[in-house]
């Protein structure tokens, strides 16, 4: 297996056809199955649509409007990098967070060679494999020179925050808590399915009798008394969430139930909060985590606790 460890650079350019993420800068580092370095990869790319760099990029990755001019255009890039590739051995690329390689895919797609991007044949994120290692939640995300530091990997002459030097950071750091357990967990087939699920935007149902909500979804059980509760008031709607107060036929108590329908590559996702109503709060008000998180069938067991 060939890894390749890529950083890039971007520039936010507006276009006719909307805002995109141009790459300014590639950086690659290989690596054969022992973690030894092979080989390195290292271009400007002549932005198109970026006229001048934005200040926040200058000041950060240092890279001047000059090393841009005279560099070659995307699509030579791309395919001196896929040249680098090569296609004789089997890959894996990694990044530092899927950024990279999403980026990567809007740039193909802005040139009309989304195909070239299956050069790739595996993809792996950096990031969950190395915070995966030394046991810090994949909930977090850290920084790739605050982690290189938390492990004691010195960037030593690299500029951060440069295609190159950031891919040699991550390259080090993935080199030193390689396991191929961790590679098998985060590694994944770059197929048109892995791009569709990493480019899918989820989103929020906004409207209750979108054909996509089952009406089941809304009948909840008393969490005391499991019997269906009673909708007292209408839903409302706020951040997305529709609230409605609800009864219990046996018991009497009062419950604020909000319901949030979100969809996702896999299908949609429902959230369904129950609060026992205290007395002078609204619905919603008094809200605190969901009780419950499931993608398919009906609603809460749970009750909270701090009434
Ligand atoms: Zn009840």
Not at 119 to 131: F, G, M, P
Not at 186 to 199: E, L, Q, S, T
Request: charge should be negative; hydrophobic fraction near 35%; glycine fraction near 6%.
């Amino acid at each position: 297996m060939k890894y390749i460890i890529m950083d890039l650079e971007w520039n936010g350019a507006t276009t006719s056809e909307g805002y995109f993420n141009e790459i300014i800068e590639i950086g690659a580092v290989a690596m054969d199955d022992s973690m030894n370095v092979t080989g390195e990869f290292q271009s400007f790319v002549n932005p198109k649509h970026t006229k001048k760099l934005r200040g926040r990029i200058k000041e950060l990755t240092h890279i001047t409007n000059e090393d841009l001019k005279n560099a070659g255009r995307f699509i030579s890039v791309f395919n001196r990098l896929k040249e680098w590739i090569g296609s004789a051995e089997d890959n894996c690329m990694l990044s530092w967070g899927n950024a990279d390689i999403t980026v990567l895919y809007e740039n193909l797609e802005r040139y009309h060679m989304l195909d070239e991007i299956f050069v790739i044949k595996h993809y792996c994120d950096a990031q969950l494999l190395c915070q995966k290692a030394v046991g810090i939640s994949l909930a977090k995300q850290v920084g790739l020179s605050a982690f290189a530091e938390m492990i004691e990997v010195i960037p030593g002459e690299d500029q951060l925050h440069r295609a190159i030097g950031d891919s040699r950071l991550t390259a080090r750091c993935v080199a030193k808590l390689f396991t191929p357990e961790l590679y098998k967990e985060f590694a994944k087939k770059a197929d048109r399915v892995f791009y569709d699920r990493m480019n899918f935007k989820s989103y929020c149902i906004q409207d209750l009798n979108d054909e996509r909500i089952k009406q089941s979804r809304f009948m909840t059980e008393c969490p005391e008394c499991h019997v269906y509760l009673k909708r007292m008031t209408r839903y409302t709607c706020r951040n997305k969430k529709h609230y409605a107060r609800y009864r219990c036929g046996l018991c009497a108590r009062e419950y604020n139930i909000s319901h949030l329908f979100k969809m996702t590559y896999d299908g949609l996702e429902h959230r369904c909060t129950a609060i026992p109503v205290s007395t002078g709060l609204n619905a919603g008000e008094n809200e605190t985590e969901p009780l419950a998180q499931q993608s398919d069938e009906n609603v809460p067991s749970e009750q909270t606790t701090d009434e």
